[in-house]
């Protein structure tokens, strides 16, 4: 398996644009997951989902940031408008199971707003 | 309030040497912890657990120790070598992943320097 692919590794856009972000996880994993790293807060999680439901969103900062899960092996984080502050890398993990399984994370987009 | 504490943010060790990473927790429900590593431009991956039964657990040249008296955990890499280098996530749950809580919480990074 190639492992989580995120798309696009790069994104630099500008204040009040929409920006969409998107993960593919391993297949045959039940759980995706959204995280967030910046240098204040770390690595946190934004919302996971567990057979394309989603289960705790509670981390999502605003109601800038949506995300989705259409099938079982796409998901994508949408911010819009975006801000200076969402710039950050955003990472998607997946796992066969939950904490009791690991969980494999993708290589991460590098947001930059402008 | 930061339930996942990794009080350093970084350490240089030499190679050969023992490397000791720390973290401490708030959260007395927290039973399964994790330490990931994480190279630049890349995603964390996993590198080894304990649950709070245990208070130890070795891999190879990575052993993580559990105090949960103290709420505290440490991860030992002995030796420690070069490509070691990458910044190390301590991470807790306490299992239920079913609700609000159960979230996998994460510290911030603990970067690992090991020199030749």
């Known amino acids: 398996d190639a492992g989580v692919i995120q798309s696009p590794r790069h994104e630099v856009t500008e204040m009040g644009q929409e920006v969409t972000l998107r993960c593919k996880p391993i297949?045959?994993?039940?759980?995706l997951f959204w995280y967030r790293q910046t240098m204040m807060r770390g690595l946190e999680l934004l919302i996971y989902f567990n057979n394309n439901v989603p289960i705790d969103d509670s981390g999502m900062p605003e109601d800038r940031f949506s995300a989705k899960m259409p099938n079982a092996s796409f998901s994508t984080l949408k911010i819009q408008p975006s801000e200076p502050r969402d710039s950050a890398v955003y990472f998607c993990?997946?796992?066969?199971?939950?904490?009791?399984?690991?969980?494999?994370f993708g290589p991460g987009t590098r947001l930059t707003v402008l | 309030d930061q339930q996942v504490k990794q009080n350093s943010p970084s350490l240089s060790v030499q190679e050969g040497r023992i490397s000791i990473l720390n973290c401490d927790y708030t959260n007395s429900m927290f039973d399964y912890f994790l330490w990931y590593k994480k190279y630049p431009a890349e995603g964390p991956t996993f590198l080894i657990s304990?649950?709070?039964?245990?208070d130890k657990n070795e891999d190879g040249r990575f052993t993580v120790f559990l105090n949960k008296s103290a709420k505290h955990l440490s991860l030992h890499i002995v030796p420690s070598q070069p490509g070691d280098s990458a910044v190390y996530f301590c991470?807790?749950?306490?299992?239920?992943?079913?609700?609000?809580?159960?979230?996998?919480?994460f510290g911030k990074g603990t970067k690992l320097s090991v020199k030749p």
């Open positions: 993990a997946s796992s066969f199971n939950t904490v009791a399984d690991t969980q494999y």
């Open positions: 304990i649950s709070s039964i245990k």
């Open positions: 991470a807790a749950s306490d299992g239920n992943y079913g609700g609000s809580q159960g979230n996998l919480i």
């Open positions: 297949s045959g994993h039940d759980y």
